[in-house]
């Protein structure tokens, strides 16, 4: 009976690491948001000394679905547009896509591709205050290119229930 009761024991061991294994790979598939504070410290104003302030601070970071920008502004002195490309590149608020004149402003970035942002206050554009994200879906897919939503965390799904039968299977 002796031979049994090992065999059994390393069943519900091989169980146990089935479960945490299948958890893990469910906890490490969930995309995290990330907040950015446009300008960093220097918060959304027009830049004193770099016209390009905004476009040197988003190069060197990745944005995906669901990040969340946060323009840190005093509200009656500026305020931040969502617009197209056009009306970006020509500062005009002719395609105003979003407008938030309460500062500190939370974007999320619900789509992928290019995204344009303004201060419409007279002369803040042209002088520097706008910024321009690339979005990308979070899954290292092209930016524009949605894979099929929620493909990834599906086939995770899909495997933790395996798991998780496998182990109710073993148990019983």
Same mark, same amino acid.
């Given at each position: 009976?002796?031979?049994?009761?090992?065999?059994?024991?390393?069943?519900?061991?091989?169980?146990?690491?089935?479960?945490?294994?299948?958890?893990?790979?469910?906890?490490?598939?969930?995309?995290? /948001?990330?907040?950015?504070? =446009?300008?960093?410290? +220097?918060?959304?104003?027009?830049?004193?000394?770099?016209?390009?302030?905004?476009?040197?601070? $988003?190069?060197? #970071?990745? +944005?995906?679905?669901?990040?969340?920008?946060?323009?840190? +502004?005093?509200?009656?002195?500026?305020?931040?547009?969502?617009?197209?490309?056009?009306?970006?590149? $020509?500062?005009?608020?002719?395609? /105003?896509?979003?407008?938030?004149?309460?500062?500190?402003?939370?974007?999320?970035?619900?789509?992928?591709?290019?995204?344009?942002?303004?201060?419409?206050? @007279?002369?803040?554009?042209?002088?520097?205050?706008?910024? #321009?994200?690339?979005?990308?879906?979070?899954?290292?897919?092209?930016?524009?290119?949605?894979?099929?939503?929620?493909?990834?965390?599906?086939? =995770?799904?899909?495997?933790?229930?395996? +798991?998780?039968?496998?182990?109710?299977? @073993? @148990?019983?």
């Amino acid at each position: 009976m002796q031979p049994y009761t090992n065999m059994a024991t390393q069943m519900n061991m091989a169980t146990v690491v089935l479960v945490l294994a299948s958890t893990l790979t469910l906890l490490r598939s969930t995309d995290a /948001t990330t907040t950015y504070t =446009v300008g960093d410290s +220097f918060g959304w104003q027009i830049p004193t000394s770099n016209p390009n302030l905004y476009g040197d601070w $988003a190069d060197n #970071k990745t +944005f995906v679905v669901d990040d969340v920008l946060v323009f840190n +502004f005093t509200t009656g002195q500026h305020n931040v547009l969502e617009l197209t490309e056009p009306g970006y590149d $020509a500062c005009t608020t002719s395609d /105003t896509i979003l407008t938030e004149n309460k500062g500190p402003a939370r974007i999320t970035l619900k789509t992928t591709g290019e995204h344009y942002f303004i201060c419409a206050y @007279l002369g803040h554009c042209s002088a520097g205050q706008k910024l #321009k994200v690339d979005v990308r879906d979070g899954r290292g897919d092209t930016p524009g290119f949605l894979s099929p939503p929620g493909a990834a965390s599906s086939l =995770v799904a899909t495997m933790s229930l395996v +798991f998780m039968f496998i182990t109710f299977a @073993l @148990l019983c």
